[in-house]
DNA sequence: CGCGATTTGTGCACGACTTCACAAGCGCCT
DNA sequence: AGGCGCTTGTGAAGTCGTGCACAAATCGCG
């Protein structure tokens, strides 16, 4: 009975990262009318190479057909499935300050799957704040909100000194999955998943490379950015750096 | 002359995306008043195994003492010479819309290295508008002032339709570095690093985890959540998920 | 019905990263 | 001065991820 879905086959963690980067890419191509797409066609749309999306959707048990290519509709439903998107998963967002106040008003969210269930906040002068549709609660409430709404992913947008404070609340309300973009290390119980965005980092890593990159053309120049193997710097691909 | 400067060694990719948890981790104990402080603490503190943090601090040229530790002032000013944040690097931000608000307000960026110098937005009815400081400029004017402010680094906040335009553009005013928060990819010449963030991606992800955790307690027990193997679930290290 | 064009799925080799385990080095105490 | 305990730096092994290159499979057409 409950083998009737193909259980998940665990994945690894690098193609995870990348399904919903192809996800993305497939509901567009659905929307431009397409009903199939090759490998390297969607590889293209979604920035990697076309071995690695076979491989990566080969984990997946195949769906594709040779000499054709995959079912757009067919890989969207199966891509979904895996990542447990069949169900609009309910989201608690903590800390209405700066950041908050954008992810709580940020359409991606409700086109993607999720849905922005809870909103709170710490200061009693944000709470009773109407934010697109939504009150702001008291932290205090999370408890039996979060149990009314079936919350399992939490998000964090407050001060890095709260962070942890908050983290616990959430586990101790049942959430299993936080999202945290405090710039601090946060610590959680085995069993519950914890991903961190901090925007100052992304812009640290791209600081290195600008130093890099400048550093080389100050050096007597091999093989730097003046020597052009191909020709005119094509319009070509992305130049992948990181993750 | 030039050689005067340690002259940047190529490190890892997985070691510089990780340089800048260190460092904040090291401010975070230069204002506790530690003055040094071990590979274990440190290693602690940034969430990362011990072995990796000195094998990463050990690619910089060692400045550790062993049976003591690091100088933290001194691994300090060396993590931000390697990644260029000696000097205060100028950022252009487009896109000032809900989420481009939010980071036009952010503090972290200017706490650690970064000063927005220009904001830019398309519409002509955002045009203008004072943010945290700034005003809005239409996005024509970007050459100007990006050579008058020498900025190198660009942020796209701006829908998916538009990033592919404003990306472009960036480029052509010479910005070699592009944080991207809109839901695409982009194409840039050889030479541009692009960074992507996307928020909806990063819950997805979490959403997959959510999924096979339920899919595990639904099969038979056979050593899931329900065999804690070090006695009570210790309140202890992070559960590391992806990268 | 058979053949060629096309595209998937994958074995294999390579490279990158992680982790362990330990020798080498440093400071402190006697 | 000498020895002991602590910590770094790193060789080596193991794990994970990537990309090539090709066999297998499917469709369309003559």
């Known amino acids: 009975m ?15 990262a990348r399904l ?9 191509l659905a929307e431009s009318g397409n009903d199939t797409v090759s490998s390297e ?22 769906y594709g057909t040779r000499g054709v290519g995959y079912d757009v509709a067919l ?10 998107l069949t169900q609009r998963r309910a989201v608690a967002l903590v800390g209405v300050g700066n950041l908050g106040h954008a992810l709580a008003g940020y359409a991606g969210f409700g ?24 009150v702001v609660r008291h932290i205090d409430e999370l408890p039996e909100i979060a149990e009314a709404e079936s919350i399992a992913i939490g998000v964090i ?12 609340r959430l586990v101790a309300a049942g ?6 973009f405090a710039p601090c290390v946060l610590s959680v119980p085995d069993g519950v ?34 020597a052009l193997p191909g020709g005119l710097a094509a319009t070509g691909t992305e130049e992948a750096v990181g993750s």
Chains 1, 2 share one sequence.
């Open 2 to 16: 409950s083998q009737q879905v193909p259980a998940l086959p665990d994945l690894p963690e690098a193609t995870v």
């Open 20 to 28: 919903p980067e192809y996800l993305r890419a497939l509901h567009h």
């Open 41 to 62: 066609a969607l590889a293209g749309a979604a920035g990697v190479n076309s071995a690695k999306l076979r491989k990566d959707l080969s984990h997946l048990g195949s």
């Open 75 to 84: 890989l969207i439903d199966q891509i979904e499935y895996v990542l447990g």
């Open 111 to 134: 086109s993607r799957g999720f849905r922005i269930a809870a909103l709170f906040d710490a200061d009693p002068g944000r709470v009773g704040e109407h934010i697109n549709g939504l």
């Open 157 to 168: 947008a407050t001060p890095a000194t709260a962070a942890q404070s908050v983290a616990d």
């Open 175 to 180: 959430v299993t999955s936080i999202l945290n």
């Open 193 to 226: 998943d914890v991903r961190k965005v901090d925007l100052a980092i992304e812009l640290q890593i791209l600081s290195f490379h600008e130093h890099r990159k400048a550093s080389l053309i100050a050096l007597p120049a091999a093989g730097g950015l003046t």
